[in-house]
């Protein structure tokens, strides 16, 4: 590598670590606003199980019905042939996690259908990287299959989406809906 592509590549991995640093990636997120979304569940408490199947680029089922309070397991797999995101939050958490997103294929993290592992891992500055390992949210190659265990506290608009660039705006969301 060039000294000038280093030096490039540098000044990005600083502007993505600061944008990290500023609230993504932890808890969540960071982006509910005061919003209570609920909070990472006890898989042994779980009330019942959801099979979640991601497709190019859709949702099986398109939407769920959960009592507040309600611990779900969900059991995601990824069936599509593309990287997809199982996420839980508001539209308001969903729009700014995209931007994030969008760093990710950016800088390599996410390529069509595979996960850049060691860019995940890679420390971005202040012990921040893009590893995508909050408890609401799973980032999966096709055929992955992994777990979100969720315990949904509050109320309000609520929903499952896919944060990958171009995803959600195609339609891959679902509603969450409280009874």
């Known amino acids: 590598m060039t000294v000038s592509k280093f030096l490039i590549f540098t000044a990005a991995m600083t502007v993505s670590a600061s944008a990290f640093a500023a609230g993504a990636h932890s808890d969540g997120h960071g982006h509910g606003h005061g919003v209570n979304i609920g ?6 408490k779980a009330d019942r ?3 979640v ?10 939407s769920i019905e959960v009592k507040p309070g309600e ?7 990824n069936k599509g042939s593309l990287v997809h995101e199982f996420n839980i939050g508001t539209p308001d958490m969903h729009e700014a996690h995209q931007e994030e997103m969008q ?7 996410i390529q069509g259908g595979k996960l850049n592992r060691e860019m995940m891992a890679m ?8 590893k995508h390992d909050d408890p609401n949210s799973v980032l999966l190659e096709p055929g992955e299959v992994r777990e979100v265990v969720w315990n949904f506290t509050g109320k309000g608009n609520v929903e499952f989406a896919c944060n990958v660039p171009g995803h959600y705006q195609a339609g891959m969301y679902g509603e969450v809906n409280f009874r």
Do not use: C, L, Q, W
């Open 103 to 109: 760093m990710m294929v950016e800088h390599g993290v």
């Open 123 to 130: 420390d971005m500055g202040d012990g921040h990287s893009m």
């Open 49 to 51: 199980t959801i099979n």
């Open 71 to 77: 611990t779900v397991r969900f059991v995601v797999e």
């Open 39 to 44: 909070k990472p569940g006890d898989a042994s």
């Open 53 to 62: 199947e991601m497709h190019d680029n859709y949702y099986e089922p398109e």
